[in-house]
């Protein structure tokens, strides 16, 4: 149920009914028309622009058509009032019926409420995350698989075919450092001292029990041997350990990806993928040789003063065109992304979606631009940027992790506060905004930390039918009292504006999905708690709001429904964020 799509629909068929008469032209299209929420509670439920949009196409002032529609719609039973601001803007307001009935149809949706076919079963790829893994996961990548996660978990409930991807940045001169950290940390484990660990190497105490597996697998054997002889197996055994222990970090947060694809397999075996996806690129004329400009106002490390291979990136709408090959003949960072890009195209994906950090903020263009080249202009990709997130304890600066060396671990945060605070505050704010992140605030138990008081939301909503079984306790959530409660007795005007709330969700999840923001959904629970405590407080005041009736019992079955509804929308909403609703808080 979309009250906002069902009042779309009511204003076409008056439309429709309006050209039919000759009231509008009947050749006038009906496009662009479109019910949201009203400006203000003064307003109505539902404003319609229907009477702007198609002045210009019907010849027509914009209030001579709202006239007309209001004219139509008021014959409708369940719209009490249609009024018409400024120039041609509807305000319609629905009677207290429609609000009531709501509850009903809320309820039967049940876990389904909110859930559309928008994706129609379309194939869509999430990459989020891909850490070099050459360590455990950091804060820095938390807010990215975070806000990745929640989106893939999104577009599944809006009917998208989601794959969750990792991109694992497995071929660059990175692992290698990693390898001879690794070796480092097993002479060690062989007993050897190996003094202060060198600049550039990887300090962490995470690699010691690298080291120790090493040492366990191979003996003494790598010892005394010329790199070139240790370094592919110990390279290979260190990112499966590092893999391993990123998957672990992941699932802290409750993160399992479904592909984990290596960078190194574009260019392994007898198969350079790279090479090929430039070889077709520059067939179809999107690669040349040629000179760069340097780049204004931007290090670009890719960038030489000489002839080059490049792509045509500028084609696509990037601001400059990109090097693919370096002085030495090895690939820059972009020419392996051009080529994973195609593999998904390849497999199937006509929807790409990357969320990466605020280091990548040049590469929204640059990837589109590849996206676009290697699908022949059939691909979307939207890039998602995750801006930086600060980490305070009582308003301080939050320590360096010790197992780590040089930066905080996901481990420690959810560690120190619990995997719902971290998920649900790291979408708290827009992913493009920067965070600060108070892990003290976020365990307290009060209306300043917001995921305590959407989580008390539902603990209260749930503690309610604990409370009536003491007075009727026939009345449970899945009786039949409930269910074929008498809506007819909320009339209450703080009831009906909690189903109002209620009601606007499938509006919102659908919007969330379409914009690729996940944030709102956060936003939107916090709001429905408010409205539910806010309630709550009132009944505190005025004991004939309460919930529960004790001489009443066909109205508390009324109210609580509404309560069922409530914890229904919060624990929907709440799943998914990947945030837990629990029964109660302590």
Known sequence: MNIFSDIEMRIVAALEALKSEGKLPADLTLVGIEAAPPRGPNHGDVASNAAMVLAKSARMKPRDIAEALTDKLRSDPEIARVEVAGPGFLNITFVPAFWQQAVARIRTAGVDYGRTDL??????????VSANPTGPMHVGHCRGAVVGDTLANLLAFVGYDVTREYYINDAGGQVDMLARSAYLRYREALGEDIGVIPDGFYPGDYLKPVGTALAEKYGPSLLGKPEVDWLGQVRIFALDMMMSLIRDDLAQLGIAHDVFFSERSLMAGNRDIVAETIATLRDEGHVYQGRLEPPKGEVNP????????LFRSTAFGDDADRALLKSDGTYTYFAPDIAYHKTKWERGFKHIIDVVGADHAGYKKRLQAAVAAVSGGKGKIDVIFCQLVKLFKDGQPFKMSKRAGTFITVRDVVDEVGRDPVRFMMLYRKNDSPLDFDLAKVIEQSKENPVFYVQMAHARA????????????????????????DLTLLTDAGELDMVKKLAFFPELIEGAA?????????FYLYEVASSFHGHWARGNETPQLRYIQADNKAITAARLALVAVHAQVLATGLAILGVGAPQELR
Do not use: C, M
């Not at 994706?119 to 989020?128: K, L």
């Not at 890719?302 to 291979?309: A, K, N, P, S, V």
């Not at 379409?514 to 956060?522: F, G, L, M, S, Y």
């Open 462 to 485: 749930k503690s309610v039918f604990r409370n009536v079984a003491e007075v009727f306790p026939d009345l449970t959530e899945t009786s039949r009292g409930v269910i074929d409660a």
């Open 514 to 522: 379409r914009a690729h923001e996940p944030h709102r959904i956060a």
């Open 302 to 309: 890719d960038w030489e003063d000489r002839e080059q291979t």
């Open 119 to 128: 994706g129609r079963g379309e194939r869509v790829n999430v990459e989020y």
